[in-house]
Structures are given as structure tokens and as C-alpha cells.
């Protein structure tokens, strides 16, 4: 289990030493500083669970260094000592975002409880933000059905869950690698902690770099404000890149270096910063060929694939069809407010026949079309429409890559009424790629 980390800020070093051998021997990682700027330094590197502050420091007090902490991360609760103690003072510390108060000298054995109890709310705040998170986003099982493709995928993921190790999900465009990344996050060590997205595909290596590590305000035209990266955002939870074989050379060593060393920094930046994540990949790609092409680091393939899973596409596994199709219909009878929705012979039939090139995104366009255009309780064949591979294929051609993901980001987005996020749903990438890809195109949405 990972130990606490706290950060000891005093200019007296016998008060540091005398404090942190206490706190090393309670089982806390310890570090140290003996000013503003360095707390500052360290608090960005290290990202502790716990800040404790003197008060008066020889470049500074306490605070002034509130808001500068808090700025590189608002959920580390803060501890201000000082020898000079004052209601006033106390009153304005906790109105800038101290979580405690206390007046030297402090006993050990107190100063040890308040900081197990300050940890404790924060785990507790971090859990119940976690879950909230899952709940807004809970998806089906990726594990529907009981074909033998899928019990094994499920009995190797089951395996895995518990482990550290970089996973890498395999499998064809919409067989359900983002609804596997999160179960195995829900059910792993990190899930209390926040999971954080990003679809590769597509993206510049400008654009992938500042949203993977951040940016330093002016360390490029229009970087008027610091951003911080999604690492950072993931520190100590987990990260799933998706198409991962399209991220960009440049980029890669970069990434290699998040996963081996655990270190990376914001664009603009001359100090590496510490972050703690699991990763979890995915690529409908063959990315073994993408090594020998030379367009993937064999080194970082190697280090991505630790744990490789791979999805079967729903046209070799039939039988898991009519099961799957049954989940997405209770559904999303849920979310219209619709009666039990139920799927008649003839409809099973043309379901378990259709090869299905989408997967499951495409099983449940289908039937959200059916349910949308129909009333019946009950689903014939008539009521579902197939698009066939052969007419998607011969209708696109002729145009260009662009071309077609602007027509399909405008579709998707006038189905959703101009909202961003809920296309940015059914599209399977965040907000962020969106809005880049919306002002690209030149396309509108409403207001969010």
C-alpha cells in the first residue's frame, strides 16, 4: 500500500528533522522545505497528501503561499503552525483554504492525529467524488453474454484488475475497449481515484502534448494561462488513451518516460514533475505492425503491452448478440421512459445474421433508431435499419479523411440538438477533442 505523502515546511532545520523522523517512523513519506520557493518546488514535484506550513517563513508567510499551492492543486489540505497564535489570524488562514490551525509548540502524537484525520476526509471526499463520476457514466457490462470468447475475456480481466501494470486493450472500432477500461478501473486498486480519457486519434502533436502533460503560461503563441495536464489531473488513478497507435513519434518518448521513470514536464517547463498512474491503452489498430512500419516505438509497444486484452468483434460471437441487444434495449427504455422494450423472432433473426462492422456502438445505433422511430413494444424486422458495410464504404470514397469525419461529427451533433457533451459521448472522445474539432471545421453548437 502506497504511503502518505506530507511535505514538512520550516526554516528551522531541527523543527524538520525532529518532525519528519516522528512522521517517517508513523509510516509517512517525508519531504522537506525551508522556504516559500521551495515549497513551492517541492509541493509541484512531489504532490503530497498533506502540506504542513510555518507560519513565518524568510522569504514569505504562510498565507501568501496558500494561494500558490493551491493553485498547482486545490484538494491537498493545507496545516498552518506558528508560534504566534491569533483568532484573527486563524479566521483569515481558513478563509484562504487552510484545512487546520495550530499553535507551537504542538505535541507530536496530536499533530499525528489531525493528520490522519485530515488524510481520512480527504480519501473519503476523493471516493464519493470517484463515485459519483461512475455513476453519471455507468455503462453495460463488458462482459454480456455467454459465449466462450467472452467468459475467457472476462476470466483473463478479472485476473488483471488488481495489478499495476499498464494494460493493452485490442479489439475492432466500437467493441466496447473504453466500456472495458472502465470496468477494470472500478474494480481495481485506483478506483477511488479519478479516471481521465483521451482519444489519440486525430489529434496534432501541439494539441496531444498540452492536453497528456500541460503547459506553462507563454510557452507557445496563445498559451496566455497555465494548464494543467490530464497526467497531473489522473496523479495516483488511472489513464486510457485510446488509439494509442495514432499518437504522434514525437510525443512517444515522452510517454515512455511517464511510464518508466514516472516523471514528466509541462510544456515550457525546465523541472520534471512526479506523477503517480495506471495506464490503460487501447488501439483497433495491429500495432505490432505499426513497430515494424516504423511508426510505433517498439520499446514503448513493449511497455504498454505488459497485459494485452483483446476483444472479440460481435460476428464471432453470435450467440452474445440477442443478450447484449436485450441490455441496450432496458436501457435505453430507462432513459426515454419508455415501457419494456422486447425483440419479436424475425428481428432476432436479422440481428444474429448482420455482420455487425461497427460492433456494439453500431448494435446500439440500431436499435436507439428503433426505439426512437417506433412505438411498438415489440421489434420486428421491419423496424430495424441496417446500414450495409458495402453502401458506408462506396459512400465515402471519394472523400477525404477530413471530409468524412466533418460530416460525422456535424451528423452526430445535429442528433444531439447542437449539445457538446452528449455528442462528444456517442462520438467516444471528451469534450476538449470536440471543441478543437468543432472550430477546425468551422461547425456550431449551443451553449452546454
Known amino acids: 500500500m502506497r504511503k502518505p505523502k506530507v511535505l514538512i515546511v520550516d526554516d528551522d532545520p531541527a523543527i524538520r528533522f525532529g518532525m519528519g523522523e516522528y512522521l517517517e517512523f508513523e509510516g509517512f513519506d517525508v519531504s522537506e522545505a525551508a522556504d516559500c520557493e521551495g515549497a513551492l518546488q517541492s509541493f509541484t514535484a512531489v504532490r503530497p497528501d498533506m502540506a504542513i506550513l510555518d507560519y513565518s517563513l524568510p522569504d514569505g508567510n504562510a498565507l501568501g503561499l496558500l494561494p500558490r499551492l493551491q493553485q498547482v492543486d ?28 495550530l499553535t507551537k509548540p504542538v505535541e507530536l502524537p496530536a499533530l499525528l492525529a489531525v493528520l490522519r484525520r485530515l488524510i481520512e476526509n480527504q480519501r473519503n471526499r476523493r471516493t464519493q467524488a470517484a463515485r459519483e463520476s461512475l455513476s453519471a457514466r455507468e455503462e453495460i457490462s463488458p462482459f454480456v453474454g455467454g459465449s466462450a470468447a467472452i467468459r475467457r475475456l472476462a476470466d ?37 481515484e479519478a479516471f481521465v480519457d483521451l482519444n489519440c486519434a486525430g489529434l496534432s ?21 497555465r494548464k494543467t495536464g490530464l497526467l497531473e489531473v489522473a496523479d495516483r488513478g488511472t489513464v486510457f488513451l ?21 516523471q514528466f514536464r509541462r510544456m515550457g517547463e525546465v523541472r520534471d514533475r512526479v506523477v503517480d498512474i495506471r495506464l490503460i491503452a487501447a488501439s483497433h489498430r495491429d500495432l505490432q505492425a505499426r513497430v515494424r512500419e516504423g511508426f510505433f516505438r517498439a520499446d514503448l509497444y513493449f511497455r504498454i503491452s505488459t497485459v494485452p ?4 468483434p460481435l460476428r464471432d460471437r453470435v450467440e452474445d448478440i440477442l ?22 423472432p424475425d428481428a ?22 428503433a426505439v426512437l422511430l417506433s412505438d411498438r413494444e415489440e421489434f420486428h424486422r421491419a423496424d430495424l435499419r441496417f446500414e450495409p458495410l458495402s453502401q458506408v464504404v462506396e459512400a465515402v470514397a471519394n472523400l477525404t479523411l477530413e471530409e468524412v469525419e466533418r460530416q460525422h461529427i456535424e451528423r452526430i451533433l445535429a442528433l444531439e ?10 462520438l467516444g472522445i471528451p469534450r476538449s477533442t470536440l471543441y478543437e474539432k468543432l472550430k477546425r471545421y468551422g461547425l456550431r453548437s449551443v451553449q452546454d
Do not use: M
Not at 501494470?165 to 486498486?189: C, D, F, M, Y
Not at 485510446?242 to 514516472?262: A, H, M, N
Open 156 to 192: 483473463e480481466a478479472r485476473r488483471i484488475a488488481a495489478v499495476e501494470s499498464p494494460v493493452l486493450i485490442q479489439g475492432e472500432t466500437g467493441s466496447g475497449k473504453g466500456v472495458l477500461a472502465h470496468w477494470l478501473h472500478r474494480n481495481g486498486p485506483r478506483a477511488a
Open 348 to 369: 432476432a433473426r436479422a440481428l444474429e445474421e448482420y455482420r455487425w462492422p461497427g460492433n456494439i456502438r453500431e448494435l446500439r445505433n440500431v436499435l436507439e433508431r
Open 74 to 101: 486545490c484538494t491537498v489540505p493545507l496545516l498552518i503552525l506558528t508560534g504566534h497564535g491569533s483568532i484573527d489570524l486563524a479566521v483569515q488562514a481558513i478563509k484562504l483554504g487552510a484545512e487546520q490551525f
Open 242 to 262: 485510446d488509439e494509442v497507435g495514432d499518437i504522434e513519434q514525437s510525443v512517444q518518448p515522452k510517454l515512455l518516460k511517464v511510464l518508466e521513470e514516472k
Open 309 to 312: 486484452l483483446r476483444i472479440p
Open 205 to 225: 502533436r501541439e494539441f496531444l502534448e498540452t492536453e497528456l502533460f500541460g503547459h506553462e503560461r507563454g510557452a507557445f503563441t496563445g498559451a496566455v494561462n
Open 323 to 344: 443478450p447484449l441487444a436485450t441490455t441496450l434495449l432496458e436501457r435505453l427504455a430507462s432513459d426515454l421512459g419508455r415501457p419494456r422494450l422486447s425483440i419479436a
Open 417 to 426: 440538438g447542437g449539445r457538446v457533451p452528449a455528442a462528444a459521448a456517442k
